[in-house]
């Protein structure tokens, strides 16, 4: 008899814990836990879709808001600007005055100042290099080698120069660096306006110009010769003429002239 009143309770307690639903939760979906498969592992939109709950919103901050992000874009090697850049530490220098028919601005870079792609510039006056001659050495090994053309623009403020000229020039060789020499901060300003505004100008204006006359041509080609100058080349055309040295050039070459 203890045993038949003991099933009517077991099973009583095992129907109170079914749950009920009722018709308003029914209607209500139900959220599954998302399963990641191969295909769905490299999607990750498609991932965030299903685990969202209902009634919120995916969200459509970017990765890059979230703070991780780099700070403000500085200026690096190679980037294009259509002005000077100008660092910090010559911030007063009065060739900036100077600085004219070019645009500059103040940034963040290693040399004193970027003139192009890939074209730097260092300033340094000879009045503190004398007090403090490690300066520039310094410098110089912190700049390295980054740039292709890399000057050193050397104000000459003192009454001797010559002795740190000298070393400065050693100096240069060791570090494959220009040595520019200006005697004014006006003369140091120009430097630098030329140096940017001849940035993507061709090496045309440093050829040498050939004429295209007739008499240039044939002064050239006679020329050719070592031992043939200019003042040989009139004497050879005045005395036998361009109708003789012409077919003895065209069939033997200027070398047999």
Known sequence: VASRQVRPIFKSSCSAAEPRVSESSA????????RMTAASSGSREGAASEVLPPGTEASTVPPAASGDSDPSPTLKLGAKSNCIIVSARQRGNPILKFVRNVPWEFGEIVPDYVLGQSTCALFLSLRYHNLN???IHARLQLLG???????LLVQVDVKDPHQALKELAKMCIL????????WSPEE???YLE???????????????KVDQDFLS???DCLTSVKSV???DALSLLSTFGVSHLLPISVQTGPYHC
């Open 27 to 34: 209607s209500m979906p139900v959220s599954r836990p998302a």
């Open 133 to 135: 001659p490690n300066y």
């Open 145 to 151: 080698k980054t740039y292709a053309v890399q000057v």
């Open 175 to 182: 570090a494959d660096c220009t040595l520019i020499l200006a």
């Open 188 to 190: 140091a300003g120009r």
């Open 194 to 208: 030329t140096y940017k505004a001849y940035e993507q100008k061709p090496a045309d204006l440093l050829k040498e």
């Open 217 to 219: 041509i044939v002064t």
């Open 229 to 231: 100058n200019k003042t």
